[in-house]
């Protein structure tokens, strides 16, 4: 059967301003990939998010509704199901939906925000699901599926316990969790997987278009870019010890992601933090080229 309609692929770039990238006038070069893209794309010199966290957004992204209306503001937060979601209003309209996500806040909470999805996969998470699967040892698929509901009961403690939150932000966890738990989930595992699940998809002869969702997390804190990235934008931090100290300690400082500095930080501390997110823009930017090539 000929497709007539368009296959959709919404991409959600997690906490990436738009003041770093090249295309709005930014001068290090920190997304080349997405610069070429936009050059011949519409762009929108005035868009303004509806809320500050994920999500609160991602509900409005999804229901075309402010905050206000939907009301899911907090992390235990349900969406209601008298607001259609996007991935329902269009496997309703007869498309195949597939949903790949890095942010627990989408992947892991029971918020309704994973409504309408034939196949959703959460990459944030110490037992990540991916599309390969059934291609998995029998013995690795028969432990994933009792460790899995588990794994996912205790990431909803998280957000429904407000003394469970405090102390994961204790210097000595975040460390643990952000690494173990794959908070950030997996940029490149999460794209290769999309660019396969595409390409097979319509090499098998399928009927109905496809809408894919991505949420990439890589510039979300804690930053721990590659070191070429780190040279592709900031190459003067080679070799700077202090810098690297710094930004080791303020990874592990949870509760300072999100509150503002005490003390005030000095300027080149600043401009680390600055260096270590470009850089990170720079990695998601060179793996989204897989997408758009």
């Known amino acids: 059967m000929t497709l007539t309609r368009p296959n959709i692929l919404f991409i959600v770039l997690d906490t990436l301003r738009r003041d770093r990238l090249g295309i709005?006038?930014?001068?290090?070069?920190?997304?080349?990939?997405?610069?070429?893209?936009?050059?011949?794309?519409?762009?929108?010199?005035?868009?303004?998010?509806?809320?500050?966290w994920t999500v609160p957004?991602?509900?409005?992204?999804?229901?075309?509704?402010?905050?206000?209306?939907?009301?899911?503001?907090?992390?235990?937060?349900?969406?209601?199901?008298?607001?259609?979601?996007?991935?329902?209003?269009?496997?309703?309209?007869?498309?195949?939906?597939l949903g790949l996500c890095n942010n627990p806040l989408v992947g892991v909470l029971d918020n309704g925000l994973q409504r309408g999805f034939d196949e959703f996969y959460n990459y944030a998470s110490a037992v990540p699901q991916r599309p390969n699967e059934a291609q998995r040892s029998r013995l690795y698929r028969e432990w994933m599926k009792y460790f899995q509901p588990f794994a996912h009961r205790v990431g909803n403690q998280f957000a429904k316990?407000?003394?469970?939150?405090?102390?994961?932000?204790?210097?000595?966890?975040?460390?643990?969790?952000s690494k173990y738990i794959n908070f950030k989930g997996n940029t490149v595992n999460s794209i290769d997987d999309l660019v396969d699940y595409w390409q097979a998809?319509?090499?098998?002869?399928?009927?109905?278009?496809?809408?894919?969702?991505?949420?990439?997390?890589?510039?979300?804190?804690p930053f721990q870019p590659p070191q070429q990235y780190i040279d592709q934008v900031a190459p003067e931090l080679r070799g700077d010890r202090r810098a690297y100290q710094f930004m080791g300690r303020f990874n592990a400082d949870g509760a300072?992601?999100?509150?503002?500095?005490?003390?005030?930080?000095?300027?080149?501390?600043?401009d680390t933090l600055s260096a270590f997110y470009e850089a990170e823009i720079a990695f998601q930017d060179d793996h989204i080229g897989k997408l758009l090539d």
């Open 24 to 52: 709005y006038g930014h001068n290090r070069p920190t997304s080349p990939r997405l610069d070429d893209f936009a050059a011949e794309a519409t762009r929108f010199e005035r868009a303004v998010a509806p809320a500050q």
């Open 57 to 97: 957004s991602h509900a409005s992204m999804f229901t075309g509704v402010y905050p206000g209306e939907h009301q899911v503001v907090q992390g235990n937060s349900l969406l209601s199901g008298a607001y259609a979601t996007v991935a329902e209003l269009l496997r309703l309209g007869g498309y195949h939906t």
């Open 161 to 177: 316990n407000d003394w469970l939150f405090r102390v994961s932000l204790n210097p000595f966890w975040v460390p643990i969790w």
């Open 201 to 221: 998809y319509f090499a098998g002869g399928a009927d109905q278009p496809l809408f894919a969702f991505l949420n990439l997390m890589q510039p979300h804190l």
């Open 256 to 270: 300072a992601w999100a509150s503002p500095p005490d003390p005030v930080l000095e300027d080149w501390q600043r």
